[in-house]
């Protein structure tokens, strides 16, 4: 599969021999989960069975249980990413150390990837909700400032309007540094479409 042009080449157990309550359905609702919030197919994230090329893996930094999600991080440098079936044998001699009270850890770090996944596809969008509490809060400061000026005819308060653009201008920043994000992004993916023709 690498020699087809693939980047990244996982494993699936289709076949697993552990045991059914503890290992079996707890993996096939996590994979699905896996799959469905980072977008990247995968029936078996949990296998260790995989290929990467160099230029790849290398860029990928991984931390904590995320070994789970490599198919998923390197999906950001557009990896091409196949699956292929293999054997799987049941464990003879050693107890797993994975188990329901690790699940935790899974979900933490699939949030974790989510987030990092959607930072980097879209970054306008994140930056866009992110702005929206500083815009919101602007236009409360700015309110609350020019009111004295309608209902008693004094003047504005200056330090609560200042206050209001300020967050208003950080407001607009985040947006452009979404925007400008975004640009990033789409050049880079352009540029990796480029150099696989």
Same mark, same amino acid.
């Given at each position: 599969? +690498?020699?087809?042009?693939?980047?990244?080449?996982?494993?699936? /157990?289709? @076949?697993?021999?552990?045991?059914?309550?503890?290992?079996?359905? !707890?993996?096939?609702? =996590?994979?699905? &989960?896996?799959?469905?919030?980072?977008?990247?197919?995968?029936?078996? @994230?949990?296998?260790?069975?995989?290929?990467? /090329? =160099? @230029? %790849?893996?290398?860029?990928?930094?991984?931390?904590?249980?995320?070994?789970?999600? +490599? !198919?998923?991080m390197t999906s950001l440098a557009g990896a091409l990413i196949a699956e292929?079936?293999?054997? @799987?044998?049941?464990?003879?001699?050693?107890?797993?150390?994975?188990?329901?009270?690790? #699940?935790?850890?899974?979900?933490?770090?699939? &949030?974790?990837?989510?987030? %990092? %996944?959607?930072?980097?596809?879209?970054?306008?969008?994140?930056?866009?909700?992110?702005?929206?509490?500083?815009? #919101?809060?602007?236009?409360?400061? %700015? =309110?609350?400032? #020019?009111?004295?000026i309608f209902t008693r005819g004094s003047s504005m308060i200056t330090s &609560?309007?200042?206050?209001?653009?300020?967050?208003?201008?950080?407001?607009?920043?985040?947006?452009?540094?979404?925007?400008?994000?975004?640009? #990033?992004?789409?050049?880079?993916?352009?540029?990796?479409?480029?150099?696989?023709?």
């Amino acid at each position: 599969k +690498i020699d087809e042009g693939y980047d990244v080449v996982c494993g699936w /157990r289709k @076949n697993r021999k552990d045991k059914l309550v503890s290992r079996r359905i !707890p993996s096939i609702a =996590a994979n699905r &989960l896996i799959s469905f919030l980072t977008g990247v197919k995968i029936h078996d @994230n949990g296998c260790s069975l995989k290929a990467y /090329r =160099a @230029n %790849i893996i290398k860029n990928v930094n991984l931390y904590s249980e995320m070994h789970r999600f +490599i !198919p998923a991080m390197t999906s950001l440098a557009g990896a091409l990413i196949a699956e292929i079936k293999v054997r @799987n044998h049941a464990r003879q001699f050693v107890e797993s150390k994975y188990g329901l009270s690790r #699940v935790y850890k899974v979900l933490l770090d699939m &949030l974790s990837v989510k987030t %990092i %996944i959607g930072f980097a596809q879209r970054p306008l969008v994140w930056f866009g909700f992110l702005s929206i509490p500083f815009f #919101v809060l602007g236009a409360i400061a %700015i =309110a609350i400032a #020019v009111v004295p000026i309608f209902t008693r005819g004094s003047s504005m308060i200056t330090s &609560l309007a200042g206050t209001g653009v300020l967050l208003g201008a950080l407001g607009i920043m985040l947006v452009l540094g979404g925007a400008l994000g975004e640009l #990033v992004y789409s050049t880079g993916k352009t540029d990796m479409i480029r150099s696989r023709a």
